[in-house]
């Protein structure tokens, strides 16, 4: 089966050698960027964190508890996936592939972001993306998306609306 998701992640981190560190929660704070259309499938979902221990990434030779495979927290990014039907927008679980129902994952793995004990990190994730199924008749969608971090602290949710 065709990954729903590509984790092509391209991970842009943006540190100030020239002022003093900034201070933030250890609760990791996320912001939606943009969603970019790459072509009628595939996007380019940014966006912005920021984390007050640096503890953001799962290695993807992690693979003991709580990152283990038949744990909730093998992924740190989560996503969930809705197409606006008949004026409401209504969340997508599984879709049907060569006769047979699959679970829809949109969830990924984002790897380390730092290995330092505790710093301070913000920048910006580029998530390489195909949040449209096919087929499908409806052309507007939404994606809600959060992270966690090593300490299983979840940020805020954030969602993005995009019209095919």
């Given at each position: 089966m065709k990954?729903?998701?590509?984790?092509g992640t391209i991970i842009l981190l943006l540190f100030s050698a020239c002022r003093k560190p900034e201070r933030y929660s250890d609760i990791?704070?996320?912001?939606?960027?943009?969603?970019?259309k790459l072509n009628s499938t595939d996007g380019i979902l940014t966006f912005y964190f920021q984390d007050g221990d640096g503890d953001i990434g799962i290695n993807n030779d992690e693979l003991y508890p709580p990152f283990d495979s038949t744990s909730v927290y093998h992924n740190n990014?989560?996503?969930?996936y809705y197409e606006k039907q008949n004026g409401i927008f209504v969340?997508?679980?599984?879709?049907?592939?060569?006769?047979?129902?699959?679970?829809l994952d949109m969830n990924a793995r984002i790897p380390r972001l730092s290995n330092l004990k505790e710093e301070s990190i913000n920048?910006?994730?580029?998530l390489a993306m195909i949040p449209y199924r096919e087929p499908t008749p409806?052309?507007?969608i939404k994606l809600t998306f959060?992270?966690?971090?090593?300490?299983?602290?979840h940020s805020n949710i954030e969602e993005v609306v995009v019209i095919r």
């Open positions: 990954k729903i998701l590509y984790f990791p704070e996320i912001k939606f960027i943009s969603f970019e990014f989560f996503c969930d969340k997508i679980d599984s879709v049907e592939f060569n006769g047979k129902m699959r679970l920048g910006e994730i580029y409806f052309d507007t959060y992270i966690v971090d090593r300490k299983l602290n």
